[in-house]
């Protein structure tokens, strides 16, 4: 990609939340990349080098940051509807949407995703689907589990998995 990017960090319970943020034709703010951390360039690093910015300008708010502000305060379902802007092959591209559809509350295991992404057999594929995920909250990827029922991995360290996870259970509206 060619031109800038803006970003933003805020404080949140397991620690600084950086979005980095692109706007699109129509002047959407899309999430190119988003994770708890305050070091843009370890964000920047995983995004997609079609869509990599040439430049990323600091600024004391992204309008997305609103929806994770909501997300902390207990409103787990603000993060469903904020773009994001990811670039892959098919397999993941279809993947990170259907992380969309894990509902707060109610995690999925590596193999029950990999079947929601019709490729039951596929459990390594979903898992890598999570790993490349660069943006996390709004991509949830923290809501897939090991088969095992173990955190699994997470970018972003097990205590920040650990405490969504129990966030979204304690704030979620789960059907019984």
């Known amino acids: ?52 910015p040439v430049t990323s300008t600091p600024v004391g708010r992204v309008p997305v940051l609103d929806a994770v502000e909501a997300f902390v305060a207990g409103e787990v379902t603000a993060i469903d509807d904020v773009p994001v802007r990811q670039r892959s092959g098919p397999f993941l591209q279809e993947a990170w949407e259907v992380l969309r559809t894990v509902p ?34 709004f991509v949830p990827c923290h809501r897939v589990l090991g088969s095992g029922g173990g ?8 205590p920040v998995k650990r405490w969504l996870l129990d966030h979204e259970a304690e704030h979620a509206t789960v059907p019984a």
């Open 151 to 158: 955190l699994g991995g997470f970018r972003w360290g097990t």
């Open 104 to 137: 707060a509350g109610r995690p999925d295991t590596y193999a029950a995703f990999a079947t929601r992404c019709g490729r039951p057999a596929a459990v390594r594929a979903a898992a890598n689907a999570c790993a490349r995920n660069a943006t996390a909250l």
């Open 1 to 52: 990609m060619t031109g800038s990017a803006r970003h933003a960090t805020i404080p949140t319970p397991p620690g600084p939340f950086t979005a980095v943020v692109t706007t699109d034709d129509d002047g959407h703010d899309l999430v190119l990349a988003s994770g708890w951390t305050a070091d843009v360039t370890e964000l920047l690093a995983v995004v997609h080098p079609a869509l990599r």
